[in-house]
């Protein structure tokens, strides 16, 4: 199984490279497009849903940006797979647990994914490390071209793309960037600055979309609309309100240093404390404490760690990724205490060698 | 069925679209109106003959009318893949994209609530061979299908080779060919049979 091989890259969105990557994790953009001669997935029968699935499979296959994609047949993997998939963000939780064909392109890099049989027919998505929304959106134009050359996606003159859901119909694009936002968290000005984008069409999610709590501070920015204005200007909606974002939580970065130096320092060290010593440990826990980490070394306070590890960590700490390294299946407990012995061997490889075992 | 705040019959029964997610709403008039009154007094988006409801979640589906036209509405269905608004309620998921046509009236207003607009001004598909821009005579097959199954269900022969002939005729316009993929790998497990 070529999933395995994924184990060993961390994928482009934990880079943790790319502008303003220290506050932006990643930028992505998607498109939702469906097939004019079949019904939407929920309503169309094992049958169609394997004929919609050959039918994109076969065409995108053809096209130039497909060929160098590589094809997982999600409908055949095991649920621990599939888990894997969602927390790499290849695919999406509902793609996950969907019933029937169903399928994931994607390519070396891990930036583009293309998701057939999801909500609609496909899903493109594109993916950029740090602040590079731009980027993302002229990746994505290209690779939707490409496909609409061979497949014709069902478009109505005044709404536009037709999706499942009226809430993805137009431009069925959806522009969001991960921030991580631990200092207006810590500041409790997070939930006024929330408000404040809700007041501007903007939904905030968490770390895994649409209904996903938020963990260790990461949050998703993204348009709700779709209908009514043009793909670029959705783009720029979200893009112009991520500067805006980065400098409140700057600021908030510095009150902290400045105020409550002390304090910080304190708790950030104590997070990098547990995690380098804990003997288990959940998931939730972990991401909390390596955002602060995070955070810590974002302002010095914390040497000898790169971004891209804790970057990595975010992810190999996640349940399915976990039990993918250890090779083995492994229960709630099992995965606590593999996940401490986990952090505890990669803290210590980067310091003095092996810290003696008490 | 009663009224989820209260003993009385349920006459206004509203569904709330929230980012994908569906909420039902069940209410008796007097708490439908103190629920629409308190999603705030903003004008509504849709078409004038709502006007007296003027709130936003007025332009949502199902809200002013009562029990007895949503059970009528509730039974219309799509000429193509056959779902009727009631699924389409309950579900918050379209059938196929003949829905928007067929049930254009309907899904105007709730458009115009979720997005504030009813007009698609992004990218727009460039079509070879003459063909319009709107997908409406491609998806005709997805109804044609339908019927091709049922005559052969009910063993008239002649009828499905008709439609069968009908959807290729469409489909030879519409989908072009593709070139052959270079050889794709193919990573699909073990089609059916058990490891």
């Not at chain 1, 050959?54 to 999600?74: C, Q």
């Not at chain 1, 770390?207 to 348009?223: H, K, P, R, T, V």
Request: some cysteine; hydrophobic content about 35%; proline content about 4%.
């Amino acid at each position: 199984m070529k999933l395995e091989s994924l184990t060993q890259s961390i994928g482009e969105w934990l880079r943790g490279t790319g502008p303003e990557s220290d506050i932006v994790m990643s930028s992505r953009v998607r498109l939702a497009r469906n097939v004019a001669h079949y019904p939407f997935v929920s309503r169309a029968s094992e049958q169609e849903r394997a004929d919609i699935e050959r039918f994109l499979r076969e065409r995108i296959a053809s096209v130039p940006v497909g060929r160098g994609l590589e094809y997982i047949d999600v409908g055949h993997l095991e649920e621990i797979d599939r888990q894997f998939l969602v927390e790499r963000q290849l695919i999406s939780r509902e793609h996950a647990d969907a019933q029937g064909a169903r399928s994931v392109a994607i390519d070396r890099m891990e930036q583009v994914s293309l998701m057939i049989n999801e909500e609609d027919h496909l899903r493109i998505q594109c993916m950029h490390s740090g602040l590079d929304l731009r980027g993302a959106w002229e990746q994505i134009k290209v690779v939707d071209d490409q496909i609409e050359k061979l497949v014709p996606y069902a478009f109505h003159p005044r709404f536009g793309y037709l999706t499942a859901c009226p809430t993805n119909v137009g431009t069925g694009i959806r522009v969001s960037v991960m921030l991580h936002l631990p200092a207006l968290v810590i500041t409790r000005q997070i939930d006024k600055v929330f408000r404040s984008l809700h007041k501007i069409s903007l939904a905030v999610r968490g770390l895994y979309g649409e209904g996903s709590q938020a963990m260790g501070d990461f949050y998703q920015i993204s348009n709700q609309t779709t209908l009514g204005r043009t793909e670029e200007e959705l783009v720029e909606q979200v893009g112009d309100v991520v500067p805006v974002l980065i400098d409140y939580e700057r600021r908030a970065r510095e009150f902290l240093v400045r105020e409550t130096q002390q304090n910080v320092h304190d708790q950030v060290s104590r997070a990098f404390g547990i995690l380098r010593t804990a003997q288990t440990i959940s998931a939730e826990e972990t991401m909390q404490l390596l955002s602060r980490v995070r955070m810590g070394v974002m302002l010095g306070l914390i040497g000898d760690v790169k971004i891209a590890d804790i970057n990595s960590l975010l992810v190999r700490t996640q349940p399915a990724h976990l039990q993918k390294l250890r090779g083995m299946e492994l229960d709630v407990n099992d995965r606590n205490i593999e996940r401490a012995r986990y952090l505890r061997q990669h803290f210590e490889g980067g310091d003095s060698g092996r810290a003696s075992v008490n | 069925m009663k009224c989820q705040q209260c003993d009385k019959q349920a006459v206004f029964h509203i569904t709330e679209l929230e980012s994908g997610a569906v909420r039902e709403l069940h209410l008796c008039e007097d708490h439908a109106r103190a629920y629409l009154n308190q999603s705030g007094g903003e004008p509504s988006q849709g078409g004038p003959e709502d006007a007296e409801e003027a709130t936003p979640a007025a332009g949502a589906l199902g809200v002013g009318q009562t029990a007895d036209e949503l059970a009528i509405l509730d039974q219309r269905a799509c000429e193509m893949c056959g779902i009727t608004f009631f699924e389409f309620r309950n579900q918050g998921r379209l059938g196929c994209p003949h829905d928007y046509v067929q049930f254009e009236k309907e899904l105007e207003p709730l458009i115009a609530n979720i997005h504030g607009a009813t007009e698609h001004t992004g990218r727009r598909p460039t079509r070879a061979n003459s063909l319009p821009e709107g997908t409406e005579d491609l998806t005709r097959v997805i109804g044609l299908r339908r019927e091709m199954k049922e005559a052969i269900a009910l063993e008239e022969y002649e009828k499905a080779k008709e439609h069968r002939d009908a959807i290729r005729g469409i489909e030879d316009r519409w989908v072009v060919p593709s070139e052959p993929p270079p050889s794709v790998a193919d990573d699909r497990g073990a089609e059916g049979g058990p490891a």
